[in-house]
């Protein structure tokens, strides 16, 4: 740890911040408004992707007035690859808890990658018959595709690195840090890479 204790307190394995809260705290803003003008006074289902939109949707959410009908559910996946890149095997560990037929679902999830987990979201969500399917992400890495995949919303274009913090974690660490960092490359090199992302 760095000389300031606490939750902002940088462990030696981050590189750099690429986010600090108040920028997170801006996009988060602004993804709502664009959310809250589409909607229309449409009700929403706000569908967070487990584990690592875990802060997004909470943070995102609570920037509605009360007479928005803004409903949450989660659905959580593991997705299958190197410990940076997924395969595309994607597996449903988690489905929602509400039915999303006839409802106007606004996927919620953490970064885009090579877009295969969201591909296979959008693909089984859209096959369920919802009123309307929408995406909403905090981080883009765009160059880094292998699919296109639309995205309604996004909040922030990730540096071309792995991405920790606010959800994102590297082998189930890094989630509660309140920033977006990248980690120093001998973290990679020191563990073995795992065989599988794990939850998202
Ligand atoms: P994709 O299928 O490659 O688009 O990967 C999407 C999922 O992989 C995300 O929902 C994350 O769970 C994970 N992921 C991809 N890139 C990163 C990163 O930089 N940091 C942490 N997790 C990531
Ligand atoms: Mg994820």
């Known amino acids: 740890m760095n000389a300031t204790n606490g939750p ?41 992707v487990l584990k690592g939109a875990l802060f997004l949707i909470a943070d995102l959410a609570r920037h509605f007035p009360p007479e928005d009908d803004i409903r949450i559910d989660f659905l959580a996946v593991s997705s299958y690859g190197n410990a940076d890149r997924s395969s595309g ?65 996004v909040g922030l274009q990730s540096p071309d690195a792995f991405i920790v913090g606010y959800g994102l974690d590297y082998q189930e660490k890094y989630r509660t840090l309140p920033y977006l960092a990248s980690l120093h490359t001998w973290v990679f090199e020191a563990g073995a890479l795992p065989a599988a992302k794990g939850i998202g």
Do not use: W
Request: aromatic share 4%; charged share 25%.
């Open 89 to 153: 095997e994607v597996r449903l560990l988690k489905d929602t808890s509400e039915s999303v037929e006839g409802k106007n679902i606004i996927i919620v999830e953490d970064i885009v990658d090579n877009g295969l987990t969201l591909q296979y979201l959008q693909a089984m969500l859209a096959s369920r018959n919802p009123a309307s399917l929408r995406t909403c992400v905090l981080l883009d890495k765009p160059y880094r595709r292998a699919v296109t995949v639309h995205l309604d919303y």
């Open 8 to 48: 902002g307190a940088m462990p030696d394995t981050i590189a750099s911040i690429a986010f600090d809260a108040p920028a997170i705290a801006a996009a988060v803003a602004r993804l709502a408004g664009e959310i809250r003008r589409d909607m229309a006074g449409e009700p929403v289902v706000l569908l967070g």
